[in-house]
């Protein structure tokens, strides 16, 4: 099945949402990944792990987690 210019694959996203943690990314690029999340769960999912895994790394490099 062909894809149109403005959708993304599951991998395409997966790669945006890890380049999202380093840099910004552009207008074309926010609008095709908030349009994949809009219809695919796995990836909202892995979105989630990563704000998840990110904010953990945060707590614990400013030694904020319970003992």
């Given at each position: 099945m062909k894809m149109n210019w403005?959708?993304?694959?599951?991998?395409?996203?997966s790669v945006l949402l890890s380049q999202a943690q380093?840099?910004?990314l552009g207008l074309l690029e926010r609008s095709r990944l908030r349009l994949h999340l809009l219809a695919c769960d796995g990836c909202t999912h892995f979105r989630q792990q990563l704000l998840f895994?990110?904010?953990f790394v945060r707590r614990y490099r400013d030694g904020d987690l319970p003992d």
């Open positions: 403005f959708e993304l694959s599951c991998k395409q996203a380093e840099r910004r895994i990110r904010a």
